[in-house]
T-cell receptor, first 111, second 112 residues
Framework: GEDVEQSLFLSVREGDSSVINCTYT??????LYWYKQEPGAGLQLLTY?????DMKQDQRLTVLLNKKDKHLSLRIADTQTGDSAIYFC???????????FGIGTKLQVIP | EPEVTQTPSHQVTQMGQEVILRCVPI?????FYWYRQILGQKVEFLVS????????KSEIFDDQFSVERPDGSNFTLKIRSTKLEDSAMYFC??????????FGPGTRLTVT
C-alpha cells in the first residue's frame, strides 16, 4: 500500500533555513501536503501542492516536489522559535478519499 | 476563520464501555472524516462520510465503530465496547473537496 516516510527530528538555529524532507510511494498521488501540529493542538494545513507542479512558494514557505523521485520538501526561511512544531508530510491520491500521513518531523528551533 | 471543533478534548473510559466523540465540521463543508493517531504512530484514516453515508472506510473501521450526522451540524464517532488498544488521539476533519481536509484539535481517548 501507499506509504509516506520522513525523518523524525530536525534541529536548527533561529534565523536559519529549515528543510524538512519526505518521500512517498504512491505514484497516483495528486496532492501533497504539509501539516503543522503545535503541542496540544490539532493538525493545521500549512500548504499543499498539486502533483503537476514542482514548486510552490508562500511567504517563508517553499515546497519542492520531485515527482520522478517521489520526494517532497518543505523549506522554512528565517526559522523562528514559533515554528517549533511537528510537521507532517501527507498525500492524497483521489481514488481513495483519505489523506496518508508520514510519522511527522519534530522541528526544534534553538534561539 | 472557521474551524473544526471537537468535544471533549480528553475522554477517559473503562474497557468495554461505549464512547461517542463529537465533532462540528466547518459549516459549508460536505465531506467528513475521522482519523486516529495512536501514541508514537502515524495518523491513520478511519472513515469518510458524504451525503449521509459512509463513502470509504479503512480496515481499522470494523463493526465496533459507527459514524452519524444526527443533525445539520454535528458529526459523531461511536466506539462500542472500547478496548485498551482504542486509546489514541481521534481527529475529525471536513472539506468541501476531498483533497483539502481541515482537521479539528482532536479528542484524546484513554481506555483503562
Amino acid at each position: 500500500g501507499e506509504d509516506v516516510e520522513q525523518s523524525l527530528f530536525l534541529s536548527v538555529r533561529e534565523g536559519d533555513s529549515s528543510v524538512i524532507n519526505c518521500t512517498y510511494t504512491d505514484s497516483s498521488s495528486t496532492y501533497l501536503y504539509w501539516y503543522k501540529q503545535e503541542p496540544g493542538a490539532g493538525l493545521q494545513l500549512l500548504t499543499y501542492i498539486f502533483s503537476n507542479m514542482d514548486m510552490k512558494q508562500d511567504q517563508r514557505l517553499t515546497v519542492l516536489l520531485n515527482k520522478k523521485d517521489k520526494h517532497l520538501s518543505l523549506r522554512i526561511a528565517d526559522t523562528q522559535t514559533g515554528d517549533s512544531a511537528i510537521y507532517f508530510c501527507a498525500d492524497y491520491s483521489g481514488g481513495y478519499q483519505k489523506v496518508t500521513f508520514g510519522i511527522g518531523t519534530k522541528l526544534q528551533v534553538i534561539p | 476563520e472557521p474551524e473544526v471543533t471537537q468535544t471533549p478534548s480528553h475522554q477517559v473510559t473503562q474497557m468495554g464501555q461505549e464512547v461517542i466523540l463529537r465533532c462540528v465540521p466547518i459549516s459549508n463543508h460536505l465531506y467528513f472524516y475521522w482519523y486516529r493517531q495512536i501514541l508514537g504512530q502515524k495518523v491513520e484514516f478511519l472513515v469518510s462520510f458524504y451525503n449521509n453515508e459512509i463513502s470509504e472506510k479503512s480496515e481499522i473501521f470494523d463493526d465496533q465503530f459507527s459514524v452519524e450526522r444526527p443533525d445539520g451540524s454535528n458529526f459523531t464517532l461511536k466506539i462500542r465496547s472500547t478496548k485498551l488498544e482504542d486509546s489514541a488521539m481521534y481527529f475529525c476533519a471536513s472539506s468541501t473537496q476531498n483533497y483539502e481536509q481541515y482537521f479539528g484539535p482532536g479528542t484524546r481517548l484513554t481506555v483503562t
